[in-house]
Every structure is written in structure tokens, then in C-alpha cells.
């Protein structure tokens, strides 16, 4: 089948290999578990049917439409707030242990989002409940419940209480003394009400994450606008922190903020929660998941390692030691207050776009967990769940505004681990058992081309638009790495096209597939690398970012609560914020 021939696979009805037997109509997919001596491992097949009165929510669909659409979603999901306190982390690493922190976060994140997106295309399935049960059984699905409601909740409170720190800053540094309510100047929380009822619960009540692509979009071009302000003064003053040299530019300076820095950049990349939910709105089929992959990579590589770094380094060159953790905090726009305003609301519109995408996942598992992925959509349970959502984090944010994001600062370290590096790498090793389990049951032995073909014909027309080959330039390569599936499976943005058409349809191997040569020694030894070694650096460095985390967090609950549970007012420490972004 070609490439043209799986973007039609919507209007089509096709049956294509899967682990679930699903059953579509229009873009709706409502799986069905079918019974198998493995329960977990199950193969059936995939029946997607044309509903000629289905009418998409987005109306005409274009590829250029939805790969737009992603971007700006993923970019505000992974943006948040955690572009506040990057110049702080900046400060403390240097420029360039800065820059390949970044590097190494970005590369680990975008491999699980593939994973992620693969299992969905192998299963038929688009949630991480729902993957994580097909992987490990009921007791997986709680515990990735558990986590998911951990990390999305108190993401959102955290949101809601940086909310409130930005209206208070914003009331000091915009407005002269005495042209506000003294309220005002000394607590934000009246103004997050506000904008909570104004601006965040508005955007929060779409029923479609792909809605909010033009508040996103206006969100995007505030961080713009942020970006070009900071380079601009950076400029003007001549990168006054570097001349000085407080900041490093290659030197590590190793004090006790070091380990807060790089747990600021460890958690600046991740948006697995939000991936998943978005997958269900993109083109069906094929297109669809190469789609997203794309977005994925251009939001991570381009967008997020784009703007951090401009912020980061042009920011820490400005303030040198002296970056907050929020550099809002910092006196960006000295003498002038009437734009410093602005910025500010702007800020506070820009801040609850982010928090949109963390509520419609948060949002989406609650509704898988009260009444199941057969439930039809009503506006009652949506307004309904909504609401209390937003009821829950306002009270925290309200009644604990700093004590709850030292706790949410522990807890989001945990979960951040877990649901971006752990669970992925847990279901994508359980998909490559199941293809290699596949390989198996048509007859030969795993990885040789002869199983490889076979897998190929029998699961029939899913994975090969699935997994095009770009073009005939890839010819020589596919030859090579015919006995090698999983590593085409596993190589992230280098393989984003992907995966199983390269090992199964990438012409002859001159071993065979043997290891009796030594090709075919390099190739078996290739390919036991990318099956486990991609998958353990994976989680080595989810649970190195986690353990700088834990640490500082503990240190600084265990500060507030030795200091009788008062602190002086001012910013959020750095890691709170990037935790909770």
C-alpha cells in the first residue's frame, strides 16, 4: 500500500493488524478487548468504517491544518511556566552545561512521546490507561491512574498559585504606590480568582483540545514577544553578566543550587500527559501518527530547546547571580510601567493557556476513571467535571499557596519519572515483545527476513503506511537493518518515519539474518543495544533529573518546616515551578 493509499485508510474501511479489535466510525474509536490465551498480548484486527454524516470538529482537516494545530498545543503543554525560572537554572549550570542538559532532556523525552505513539498505533488504543492495562494488567492501569491524577492535579494547583505570584508582581512593579488596593500590591490571589473565572474556565470548557488552538496561538506569541524583550535588553546592556564573568560559559560553578538547576531543565521538556489526548483528534490512521511524531519533534528540538535556551542564556547574561527563580521577579522593563502592565496580563493570559492543556488531560483521565472509555460525551459530566476540577485547585491554590507546592514540588518529581520515562519504556518493551512474539508465530526465527516478511504480509495493510520509507535513498540502510526491527523501532528523531516497513521491507541481507558473519555479529549486537540500552538510559536519566529533585525539595520542606512554616514573601523557588509547569 503507498503512502497515498494509508491517508485514505479513514474513508476506506480497511482491516489492518492490531493487539485490539476496534471498531471506528468517522474519527470515534471505541475499543474491544477480545479474548486470547495472553490476555495482554492479544492480536485481532482493526475495522475502521466510513459514517458519511460524521463531521469533523475542525472542519476541513488539511495536513498542514493539524500539524499547526499540534504544534502550538504541545508548545504551550511543554512551555507552561517552566520558561520562568530557565534563566535561574541557566545561571547556576553556565551556558554550555546548560545547553547539553537541554540536548540530552529534549532527545530522552521525544523517544518516549514515539514510544507512546507507536504503542497507540500497534494497539489501536489512545490512552495511557488503556496501554498501560494492555501491557501489565489492571494493577498497571491503577498505578498509572494514580500517577497521571498525581502529577496532572498538583500541576494545576502549583499553575494556579504561580498565577497568583505574577498578578502580585505584576500590581508592584506596573502600578506606582498608592494607584492599587493595598490588597492588591500584597496578595495576588484576588486577581487568579479573576482570571480563573474570566479566562482559564472559559478556554477549559472546549470539548476539544485541537479548540484551543487560537488561544494557543496567542499564548505563543506572547512567549515571542517575552523572548525578543529579553534579547533585546541583553543587548542593550551588553551581556553584562558575562563580562563580569558571573556567568560561566563552559565552567560548571558546583555549589549547593546546582542540583535545583539541572532538576529545572530535567522537567522543562515532558508533555506525555498532554500527548495522548491530542493523538485522538489527529487525522486518523497513518497520517496521523507520522503527523504527530513530526510535531513532536519540532516542538521539542525547535520550539521548547529554542525558546529555553534564548531565554536562559540571554536572561542569566543579564542578571548574572542575581535571576530570580522567576525572572518576572527581576526588573526586565526599568521606568517603564505602563508596558510592564502589559507584559504582565499578558503573562497571566499566556500562563492560563498552559494550564488548559494540563486540565484537559487531567480532565480525560478523570473521565476514563468515572465512567469508562464507552461513555458518550454529554455537556452535563464535561461542565460537571470541569467545574469541580477547577473548584479543587482553586481551594488549594487559595488556602496553601506556598505550603502546597513544596509538597506538589515532591510529589511532581516522583510523577514526572514515572509518567514520562518509566511507564513509556514499560509499554514500549511489552509492544516489542509482542511484535517479536508475532515474528515467532508466523514461522521463523525472530529478527530474519524471511519472519520479517511474513509479519509483514499477515499483519496486513497498518503498518506499512504506517511506516513508509521515505524514499529510495533509504534503500541501503533498510538493507541493513532488515534483521534489526527494533532498532528501527527504538532510534527516536533519527527514525521519526519509523519503524517495522524498514525491517520489513528492506531487501535481502546477504547473512541471512545469522550471526555467522560478521555482519551478522555486528548486527545482532546492534541490535541487542537499541532493544535495551535506549530503553535504560531512558530511565536512568528520568530517575538521575528525579533524585536531584527529591533531594532539593526535601531540603526546602525540611527548611520551611524547621523555620515554624513562615517564609519571607517572594518568588516560588525555581524547581516548584518547573515541577508544576
Not at 496578595?187 to 474556565?201: A, E, N, Y
Not at 553584562?240 to 529545572?264: C, I, Q, W, Y
Not at 509538597?407 to 517479536?436: E, K, M, S, W
Request: glycine share 10%.
Amino acid at each position: 500500500m503507498s503512502a497515498q493509499d494509508g491517508a485514505a485508510v479513514e474513508h476506506k474501511g480497511v482491516i489492518v493488524g492490531a493487539s485490539a479489535q476496534t471498531v471506528a466510525t468517522g474519527t470515534r474509536v471505541q475499543p474491544v478487548v477480545m479474548a486470547s490465551s495472553e490476555p495482554h498480548c492479544s492480536h485481532a484486527a482493526v475495522l475502521i468504517e466510513d459514517d458519511p454524516n460524521y463531521i469533523s470538529p475542525f472542519g476541513k482537516d488539511s495536513v498542514a491544518h493539524a500539524l499547526y494545530s499540534a504544534l502550538v498545543t504541545l508548545t504551550l503543554g511543554v512551555l507552561g511556566s517552566t520558561v520562568l525560572p530557565v534563566p535561574y537554572a541557566f545561571s547556576k549550570t553556565g551556558i554550555a552545561a546548560g545547553v547539553l542538559t537541554m540536548a540530552l532532556v529534549a532527545a530522552a523525552n521525544d523517544a518516549t512521546c514515539c514510544m507512546m505513539i507507536r504503542a497507540a498505533a500497534h494497539t489501536g488504543l489512545t490512552t495511557f490507561e488503556q496501554l498501560s492495562e494492555w501491557a501489565g494488567g489492571h494493577k498497571a492501569r491503577v498505578f498509572t491512574q494514580v500517577s497521571l491524577i498525581l502529577l496532572l492535579y498538583g500541576t494545576l494547583c502549583g499553575g494556579l498559585a504561580f498565577l497568583s505570584d505574577v498578578a502580585r508582581v505584576m500590581v508592584q512593579k506596573g502600578l506606582r504606590d498608592g494607584e492599587a488596593p493595598a490588597l492588591l500590591a500584597a496578595d495576588g490571589r484576588p486577581i487568579m480568582i479573576l482570571t480563573v473565572l474570566t479566562v482559564l474556565l472559559p478556554l477549559c470548557l472546549q470539548r476539544h483540545i485541537r479548540q484551543f488552538e487560537k488561544a494557543a496561538t496567542v499564548g505563543v506569541v506572547v512567549v515571542v514577544v517575552l523572548c525578543v524583550i529579553i534579547v533585546a535588553r541583553a543587548v542593550a546592556d551588553d551581556f553584562p553578566a558575562v563580562r563580569s564573568g558571573e556567568l560561566n560559559v563552559l565552567d560548571v560553578k558546583v555549589d549547593a543550587h546546582l542540583p535545583e538547576a539541572f532538576a529545572v531543565l530535567g522537567f522543562a521538556f515532558y508533555m506525555q500527559p498532554m500527548l495522548m489526548p491530542l493523538l485522538k483528534e489527529m487525522p486518523s490512521g497513518p497520517t496521523g501518527t507520522r503527523l504527530t511524531e513530526r510535531a513532536v519533534h519540532i516542538t521539542l528540538f525547535a520550539v521548547a530547546c529554542g525558546v529555553y535556551g534564548t531565554v536562559g542564556v540571554f536572561g542569566a547574561s543579564i542578571f548574572g547571580m542575581e535571576t530570580e527563580s522567576n525572572i518576572m521577579v527581576n526588573d526586565l522593563l526599568p521606568g517603564f510601567r505602563t508596558v510592564t502592565l502589559v507584559l504582565y496580563a499578558s503573562l497571566l493570559v499566556y500562563l492560563c493557556c498552559g494550564m488548559v492543556t494540563t486540565h484537559y488531560a487531567l480532565r480525560a483521565s478523570l473521565d476514563l476513571l468515572l465512567v469508562g472509555p464507552e461513555a458518550p460525551f454529554t455537556w452535563t459530566r464535561q461542565v460537571a467535571e470541569t467545574l469541580g476540577i477547577l473548584a479543587c485547585a482553586t481551594t488549594v491554590a487559595l488556602l496553601f499557596p506556598t505550603q502546597a507546592e513544596k509538597i506538589f514540588a515532591l510529589t511532581g518529581c516522583t510523577a514526572v519519572c514515572l509518567v514520562c520515562y518509566v511507564i513509556p519504556v514499560f509499554i514500549h518493551l511489552a509492544v516489542q515483545r509482542d511484535l517479536h512474539r508475532m515474528m515467532d508465530e508466523r514461522g521463523g526465527a525472530v529478527g530474519t527476513p524471511a519472519a520479517a516478511v511474513a509479519t509483514a504480509q499477515a499483519a496486513d495493510s497498518l503498518r506499512e503506511p504506517l511506516l513508509e520509507v521515505a524514499g529510495p535513498e533509504l534503500g541501503a540502510v533498510t538493507g541493513a537493518m532488515a534483521s534489526c526491527f527494533c532498532c528501527s523501532k527504538d532510534a527516536g528523531p533519527k527514525h521519526s518515519k519509523s519503524s517495522q516497513a524498514i525491517a520489513y521491507r528492506g531487501g535481502n541481507s546477504r547473512d541471512g539474518g545469522s550471526c555467522s558473519s560478521m555482519s551478522g555479529v555486528l548486527q545482532c549486537v546492534w541490535q541487542s543495544l537499541c532493544r535495551y540500552a535506549l530503553p535504560a538510559a531512558i530511565v536512568a536519566i528520568g530517575v538521575g533529573f528525579s533524585l536531584a529533585g527529591l533531594y532539593v525539595g526535601f531540603v526546602d520542606l525540611m527548611s520551611y518546616l524547621g523555620g515554624g512554616g513562615t517564609e519571607a514573601a517572594g518568588s516560588p523557588p525555581a524547581l516548584a515551578a518547573s515541577v508544576r509547569a
